[in-house]
């Protein structure tokens, strides 16, 4: 090797080395630039404002963190468990002033696939080797390359987990009980039990995705899902009692207050298939954790009008490695950011990270009051929420934007709709994402809708969330 070429490559990896160290010497600064509307003259306002932020949030987030972690395959509590300790820790480490950590939809056929094969030790250990590439991407500045995929993809994904989420609970809202997962197994099971259809269940659900829908649109003040919740269990008990309904204390018994315990990870006996799920299931966490972060950043900071420190990428890669290490050991799971509740936050008032500490603590303190009603919520009222989830994760206006880029981006788009609900997520993705790399190679550059662009608002402006993740 010439000698100026070796001085240069020392050079530069001193130059890495010392990046690297300037990095986490920042990402270990709790109080940084994300706190820097707090300040002296507006301390009083601003506490006040994202204490509001936070219990409207909070309110809002109980029955769709419920409702996440039914979907699956987990309990209840979990998905509040997992949605306040996310939320603390991802806004402690994190690299956005207002984002929401919580349990989110593209997670559900990731986390329901890992349920129903093995078990929730196996969860701990696949999020915790997640969390440790994420943190490793971070300090080494990758958070730009989730920057790299395209939007017709991203789009594209979004659908077909919405497509996915509505199918896989029908059954909820039909109030019948249908085995096993994915689409084949649903419609089978749905058309062996017709005659079994609850159409208490159905109202209930129909009710449920409806007032959801429309009282948001009134205000986002109005904490919508629970108050649903509370119309469903209302009729429930009065208008449709001696229906036998399926509830939550049916389906999973009490819930308890005593929220959160060690759940340590383990490992199955070893074998090749094991290898092939554990590298599976965790590149698809880093894949949905880092999009999925990143995408909701940039959402918050434009739906923010953010004019000061934007946010740091990969600072958000590091906090999102901490929570997906740290929420499954207390029997949470992987969480990321939230791009509903982020939504209802920044609309709310949240100026600081100090309204994702609010929403931690009220959330677990309404749960803990609300726990006895909680275990009435009909399994309907469940399934009309993920409904909702589901419709508002297909946005009109981004399908319109890929669609105008070119033909190209509108096939890719419309093949990882299809692919994601009828093969799997990842394989959906992975293929789509193949797809785009030799169609660049062999057919020149395809013109990009924008990498990884945040959702255009919706009406959320007038105001409506912009997604239901």
């Known amino acids: 090797m010439h000698p100026f070429s070796r001085t240069a490559s020392l050079l530069k990896l001193k130059l890495d080395r010392v990046r690297m160290l300037n990095r986490l010497k920042l990402f270990l600064t709790i109080f940084d630039n994300r706190f820097e509307d707090l300040e002296r003259h507006n301390w009083k306002s601003t506490v006040y404002r994202d204490f509001s932020a936070g219990l409207i949030t909070a309110m809002t987030a109980i029955p769709m963190a419920m409702g996440f972690a039914m979907a699956s395959g987990l309990?209840?509590?979990?998905?509040?468990?997992?949605?306040?300790?996310?939320?603390?820790?991802?806004?402690?480490?994190?690299?956005?002033?207002?984002?929401v950590y919580g349990p989110t939809a593209a997670f559900i056929p990731l986390i329901a696939a890992i349920m129903a094969k093995y078990n929730h030790s196996f969860l701990v250990l696949v999020s915790i080797l997640a969390g440790?590439?994420?943190?490793?991407?971070?300090?080494?500045?990758?958070g730009k390359i989730a920057k790299l995929v395209p939007n017709s993809i991203v789009v594209g994904f979004t659908v077909g987990i919405?497509?996915?989420?509505a199918i896989s609970n029908l059954d909820?809202?039909?109030?019948?009980?249908?085995?096993?997962?994915?689409?084949?197994?649903?419609?089978?099971?749905?058309?062996?039990?017709?005659?079994?259809?609850?159409y208490a269940a159905v109202i209930?659900?129909?009710?449920?995705?409806?007032?959801?829908r429309y009282l948001l649109k009134v205000s986002i003040f109005?904490?919508?899902?629970?108050?649903?919740?509370?119309?469903?269990?209302?009729?429930?008990?009065?208008?449709?009692?001696?229906?036998n309904l399926m509830t939550i204390k049916s389906e999973y018994g009490a819930i308890p207050t005593n929220f959160f315990k060690f759940t340590p990870p383990a490992m199955p006996a070893f074998s090749n298939e094991l290898l092939l799920d554990i590298c599976y299931f965790v590149v698809a966490i880093v894949f949905v954790s880092g999009v999925e972060s990143l995408l909701c950043s940039s959402m918050a900071d434009r739906l923010a009008g953010n004019r000061r420190t934007p946010f740091n990428p990969d600072k958000e890669f590091w906090g999102q490695g901490l929570v997906q290490i740290i929420t499954p050991l207390v029997n949470g799971f992987p969480c990321t950011g939230a791009l509903a509740r982020t939504a209802t936050s920044i609309k709310s008032g949240a100026?600081?990270?100090?309204?994702?500490?609010?929403?931690?603590?009220?959330?677990?303190?309404?749960?803990?009051?609300?726990?006895?009603?909680?275990?009435?919520?009909?399994?309907?009222?469940?399934?009309?929420?993920?409904?909702?989830?589901?419709?508002?994760?297909?946005?009109?206006?981004?399908?319109?934007?890929?669609?105008?880029?070119?033909?190209?981006?509108?096939?890719?788009?419309?093949?990882?709709?299809?692919?994601?609900?009828?093969?799997?997520f990842l394989t959906g993705v992975l293929s789509a994402l193949t797809i785009y790399l030799v169609f660049r190679k062999y057919f020149g550059e395809m013109p990009i809708p924008g990498a990884v662009a945040a959702p255009q608002l919706t009406r959320m402006d007038q105001p409506e969330p912009v997604a239901a993740a």
């Open 222 to 243: 109005i904490p919508a899902p629970l108050v649903a919740l509370s119309l469903g269990v209302g009729l429930s008990v009065t208008v449709f009692a001696g229906q």
């Open 162 to 165: 919405g497509v996915a989420i």
């Open 75 to 99: 309990r209840p509590e979990q998905g509040i468990i997992a949605g306040a300790l996310a939320c603390a820790v991802g806004r402690t480490f994190g690299g956005s002033k207002y984002q």
């Open 351 to 424: 100026l600081t990270p100090l309204a994702g500490y609010f929403k931690c603590v009220l959330k677990l303190a309404l749960a803990y009051y609300l726990a006895t009603y909680l275990e009435l919520v009909p399994m309907a009222c469940i399934g009309g929420i993920l409904l909702w989830v589901s419709t508002n994760m297909v946005k009109v206006s981004e399908i319109k934007h890929v669609m105008a880029a070119s033909r190209r981006h509108a096939l890719l788009m419309a093949y990882t709709a299809i692919m994601v609900p009828a093969t799997d």
């Open 204 to 212: 209930i659900g129909l009710m449920t995705f409806l007032v959801t």
């Open 172 to 198: 909820s809202v039909l109030g019948i009980k249908t085995e096993g997962n994915g689409l084949v197994a649903t419609f089978t099971g749905i058309a062996q039990n017709l005659g079994q259809i609850q």
């Open 132 to 142: 440790i590439i994420l943190m490793i991407m971070g300090l080494a500045g990758m």
